[in-house]
């Protein structure tokens, strides 16, 4: 039959089997909280915050235990097999390493159980105190996971450093944390000698690899007082000579965890196991039907609360966990050898974890690959995209049926095979995903998108978007184990009595709430308060309203909330998500100052879509470069972003009244965005002071 007719025909057949109905159900209620006054929601299923999902466990340690109990022989983490490894050299010059992977391997949760007993014992064989720290400055990996229990059932505390994170940051976070014993991959260990001179409390190396780093290993050894030993040895050390136990309680500090703050040097927030305990018991009530059928692809920085916490609830629950990078995720993955198989085509997971930049890139990539293939087939995703847009609009549940079924086999069949196919469920969290991007995921890949609002300052804890809410832009309801309250914020303008919504600074509450930031008391008592109740509340500085279902909306940053001149206020946040949506705006960082009546801004060019419009109207240039310093240009950009700005209704002093176009892409690698890709304003700010003074001078 004709795809086209299928098509055409198929909606009218649907609507007679089935009726959308709306969905009205109440996910957040008010509820009775003190400190200070406030607009307080919870969770509807829960009226005072879960510490624990599992009766008599109070810990990470504990938890993983029982899972090792209750699922022996079933597999736990799996590695995929290094088949080669190889140069290729492009045209120019390049050269980049390609991998042929192969096949995953897996452990078993009983050999999981045995490998984290033999390494927890061989740290105490390499003379590692207990009240001593360990950090982990390595890749998302097995032996990650392995060295981070390990450590619990020590009772010793772990320190996670993000690896993207500047070399100042490094030692300042293992100086300050007075680390002893290092965890390492095969580069940080590079740079760890580097910086070798300035980490005084450092004796002990522990390198996660294989031979290919044996002339640093020597290096290291050579030019430093570190013991130096290899992952596997500490292991077998261990093995040989067995010791007990000692394990932490829930109060005991688990991980020390540096954040890379939007200003200044990272802080180094302190997570008890109970307060990790309690953001994964929550996650348990998120994840639809979670079991240890299903399969979960490790690839996000574990260093990152979400990933750990998400990896930890899989391992609660028997789940199998296939690691994988984000270079090698796709068969068309940078990092993956041609014609051979990405993560996702091997393993097949059923849920994954991602942060809002990552699920862009995949949109982005099917658009362009629908778009590069034209004709009927572009016609007929475009049909089917508006026609499942139409069906999920109202309800998620409404958008189940046949045609559905229909769509999914003609076209969006091949989209969902470059995740593997099976993917069921999706976590996204660390920044705001845009109500477009988590439409088009819905769609192609037939999946929900559960979206978080947490910070690492709550252990990930705050809000969760439901799987059955098919809204968009909001982050869901208060968390099992958090509450969530609005508190006034008259300087910026926003009030809990304000109509049609409450609005507020959003302030989190509950035992998902951690100690504070480590030796940094001044800081910890401005943003963590204890009410007159014991309830701990963190101090969030991002604005938030509440919908009349409960569900929390993130509107602003606090922070990035700048007076100018005359006192009219400007959301630098605001401003941006107005005006990213130009299609020659890859990134766009607002600047204003209280010393001018206007603002300006820093805009990332977006290339193919600023050379296209250079060619097109026969602009002459030598190089990228010069293209985007040309005033052709420049005019065409600015109009361009005014257009957004008029769309969004901004006032005339919030639109920039100058830019500066850059045709350099700000990536985490960079500096000037985080891992999370925020933007860094501060070091944003440093970087290009002369740009934006110029902006300002002319
Ligand atoms: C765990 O270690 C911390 C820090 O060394 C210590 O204060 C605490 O008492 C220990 N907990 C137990 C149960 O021994
Ligand atoms: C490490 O900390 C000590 C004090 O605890 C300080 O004197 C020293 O300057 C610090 N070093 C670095 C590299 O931050
Ligand atoms: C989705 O529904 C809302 C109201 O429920 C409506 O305002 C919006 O235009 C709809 N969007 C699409 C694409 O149908
Ligand atoms: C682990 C932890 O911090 N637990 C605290 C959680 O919050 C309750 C009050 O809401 C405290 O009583 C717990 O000590």
Redesign the pocket.
Known sequence: MNPYLLGFLAPFVVSLLFRNTKNGKKRGVRVDVGGEPGYAIRNYRYT??V?TAWEGISTLAELFEQACNWHKDRPSLGTRKLISKEMEVTKDGRSFEKLHLGNYEWFSYGEIFEAVCSFSSGLVQLGHDGGERVAIFADTQAEWFIAMQGCFRRNITIVTIYSSLGEEALCHSLNETEVTTVICGCKELKKLIERSGQLDTVKRVIYIGEDEIHSDVSLAERSTSWTVSSFAEVKRVGRENPVDADLPV??DIAVIMYTSGSTGLPKGVMM?H??VL?TISAVMTIVPNLAHTDVYLAYLPLAHILELAAENAMVAVGCSIGYGSPLTITDTSNKIKMGTKGDTSVLRPTLMAAVPAILDRVRDGVRKKVDAKGGLSKTLFDLAYSRRLLAINGSWFGAWGLEKILWDFLVFRKVRAVLGGRIRFLLSGGAPLSGDTQRFINICLGAPIGQGYGLTETCAGGAFSEYDDSSVGRVGAPLSCSFVKLIDWPEGGYLITDSPMPRGEIVI???N?TLGYFKNEEKTKEVYKVDER???WFYSGDIGQFHPDGCLEIIDRKKDIVKLQHGEYVSLGKVEAALIVSPYVDNIMMHADPFHSYCVALVVASHDAVEEWGLTNGIKYIDFTDLCQKKETLKEVHGSLIKAAKAARLEKFEMPAKIKLLPNPWTPESGLVTAAFKLKRETIRKEFSEELSKLYAS
């Open positions: 005072s915050p510490e829930s109060a008890t109970g307060n309690a509450g509950g035992p709430v014991g309830m701990r």
